[in-house]
C-alpha cells in the first residue's frame, strides 16, 4: 500500500479543483440551465471552494508541498 505524500495530496486536490473549474466553465457558457445544472453549479462552486481552501491549509502545514 502506497502512503501518500504532501505532494501527491496537494496534486490530487489541485487536479481535482481544475476538473472542477473546468465543468464550471462548460455549464456557465449555456444560455440557460435546467434546475438541476443550477444545483450542479451550486454544488460545483461549494466544492471548489472547500478544495481551495484545503489547498490553502495543505500549503501552509508544508510549504514546499
Not at 6 to 34: F, G, I, K, P
Not at 51 to 65: E, Q, Y
Request: proline content about 3%; overall charge positive; hydrophobic content about 35%.
Amino acid at each position: 500500500m502506497k502512503v501518500a505524500t504532501a505532494t501527491d495530496h496537494m496534486r490530487a486536490l489541485q487536479s481535482e479543483h481544475r476538473t472542477l473549474d473546468e465543468r464550471l466553465r462548460v455549464l456557465s457558457r449555456r444560455a440557460y440551465l435546467t434546475p438541476s445544472e443550477q444545483r450542479e453549479a451550486q454544488e460545483i462552486k461549494r466544492k471548489k471552494l472547500l478544495t481551495k481552501d484545503r489547498i490553502f491549509a495543505l500549503s501552509r502545514i508544508h510549504p514546499t508541498a
